[in-house]
């Protein structure tokens, strides 16, 4: 069981979801990461995941797209980024994921990159434009030889082969992207995400979270309600963004806002 396994189970021994936390690594700067990850855990953050930096990030929004490209202006690297992750690893124990495109990992080399992710204290690895039938046997089995969780994306439009597929190769969770389409908070869920969600959940070995899309403390509670885990991203990138090097405080009480409700216990929240 690694730290991803054991968050997980934490939070369904509460009866409540995860608060999954999302920001790009490098945005403003790899220095001032450091400060807005422990701003995360500070508001309440059960996981946090660590976007790498890409000059063509296709399933993401505006401003996501607009964060990578600060990042890569500020220099930041694949290598830098896992150095990022051996800095906070010696201060704390919080899951990290990495939330990547497949070209900066091949360019390094898969096999050099899983020993360098395990090697500074990754937990886990999304790589979001490699489906699972691409990352057998090469990406699975070098994440697999160093203890790294392969996390996998379903859509509303997956298969029920690709749902199977992904249950058996996925480790720590599986990602649920709320609605087609890219990153980018929104006004209203898609009217169908609840019920597409409780389906889903049933039919998944591993722990479910939500993303894409979320961006409210009711937005977290209704999803919160039926997932193991709720991801929010674009909403925590924006005050980076609106912040820069100052953004430790709002994100930190903006993470405290959006968790709240899953911390409330909500009576909607089951166990399988």
Same mark, same amino acid.
């Given at each position: 069981?690694?730290?991803?396994?054991?968050?997980?189970?934490?939070?369904?021994?509460?009866?409540?979801?995860?608060?999954?936390?999302?920001?790009?690594?490098?945005?403003?700067?790899?220095?001032?990461?450091?400060?807005?990850?422990?701003?995360?855990?500070?508001?309440?953050?059960?996981?946090?995941?660590?976007?790498?930096?890409?000059?063509?990030?296709?399933?993401?929004?505006?401003?996501?797209?607009?964060?990578?490209?600060?990042?890569?202006?500020?220099?930041?690297?694949?290598?830098?980024?896992?150095?990022?992750?051996?800095?906070?690893?010696?201060?704390?124990?919080?899951?990290?994921?990495?939330? /990547?495109?497949?070209?900066?990992?091949?360019?390094?080399?898969?096999?050099?990159?899983?020993?360098?992710?395990?090697?500074?204290?990754?937990?886990?690895?999304?790589?979001?434009?490699?489906?699972?039938?691409?990352?057998?046997?090469?990406?699975?089995?070098? #994440?697999?030889?160093?203890?790294?969780?392969?996390?996998?994306? #379903?859509?509303?439009?997956?298969?029920?082969?690709?749902?199977?597929?992904?249950?058996?190769?996925?480790?720590?969770?599986?990602?649920?992207?709320?609605?087609?389409?890219?990153?980018?908070?929104?006004?209203?869920?898609?009217?169908?995400?609840?019920?597409?969600?409780?389906?889903?959940?049933?039919?998944?070995?591993?722990?479910?979270?939500?993303?894409?899309?979320? /961006?409210?403390?009711?937005?977290?509670?209704?999803?919160?309600?039926?997932?193991?885990?709720?991801?929010?991203?674009?909403?925590?990138?924006?005050?980076?963004?609106?912040?820069?090097?100052?953004?430790?405080?709002?994100?930190?009480?903006?993470?405290?806002? #959006? /968790?709240?409700?899953?911390?409330?216990?909500?009576?909607?929240?089951?166990?399988?």
């Amino acid at each position: 069981m690694n730290r991803i396994d054991e968050a997980f189970a934490r939070c369904a021994s509460e009866k409540r979801a995860a608060f999954v936390a999302f920001i790009m690594a490098g945005d403003p700067d790899l220095t001032t990461t450091l400060v807005l990850i422990e701003a995360l855990l500070e508001g309440g953050a059960d996981v946090i995941e660590l976007g790498v930096p890409f000059s063509d990030p296709i399933a993401d929004g505006p401003v996501n797209q607009r964060s990578a490209v600060r990042a890569l202006t500020s220099g930041t690297r694949l290598a830098g980024v896992l150095d990022l992750v051996a800095r906070a690893r010696r201060r704390w124990q919080v899951p990290i994921v990495l939330f /990547s495109y497949f070209n900066p990992i091949l360019a390094q080399g898969v096999g050099e990159f899983a020993a360098r992710a395990a090697a500074s204290g990754v937990d886990g690895v999304l790589c979001l434009d490699l489906p699972p039938e691409e990352a057998v046997p090469e990406f699975v089995d070098a #994440l697999a030889a160093e203890q790294l969780a392969p996390i996998f994306l #379903l859509a509303p439009t997956s298969t029920k082969s690709r749902i199977r597929r992904v249950d058996e190769l996925a480790q720590g969770f599986v990602y649920y992207v709320s609605r087609t389409g890219v990153t980018g908070d929104r006004a209203e869920l898609a009217p169908e995400l609840i019920r597409e969600t409780k389906a889903l959940r049933r039919r998944l070995h591993h722990p479910l979270a939500v993303g894409f899309g979320i /961006s409210t403390p009711d937005q977290v509670a209704a999803v919160g309600a039926v997932a193991d885990g709720v991801v929010v991203g674009s909403a925590l990138v924006r005050l980076i963004e609106e912040h820069g090097g100052a953004a430790a405080g709002p994100l930190a009480t903006a993470v405290r806002e #959006l /968790s709240e409700p899953l911390r409330q216990k909500k009576k909607g929240w089951f166990r399988r």
